[in-house]
């Protein structure tokens, strides 16, 4: 006699309360927290800019990063890391060499379309050009972590 495994699109099977009147989802999972118990929400999203970009210019590591933002954030940024290395390899050696752009954080935009949710834009200014970063940061177990992040 076989069990169905649901998969992730499919309702969650009903598990059985507790004597407490919670579940193990409820109790294990994401704990969404409100901005009053956070820190700050600026210097996390100066923060978590200043060393994205510096991932994204192949200053760090992806890893370095990874306690602050969601799995699928991760897994883009290191796509796009992973790419970059590619793509440089195939040049030759003295192309290779990466010099550490300067660059400064700027004109910082918050709205917070709920408790708990920020979403924020950071003028990022270079030698040569302007670029914003875009990012929403929500409070998950007391802590902020980054649910979505864009370079434009």
Known sequence: MSTKT????????EIPRSFLGVTANEQFGRQWSATEDLPSAKMFALNLTHRAVEVLHGLREPAQISRWVTEEVFLSIQKYVNGEV??????APAARIRKAPKFTLSHMHLYSPRDGVVEVCVLVKQANRCRTAALRIEGIDSRWRATAFALL
């Not at 649901?6 to 099977?13: K, L, T």
């Not at 590619?86 to 040049?91: I, K």
């Open 6 to 13: 649901p998969s992730p699109g499919e309702e969650e099977p």
């Open 86 to 91: 590619r793509r440089r390899s195939h040049l």
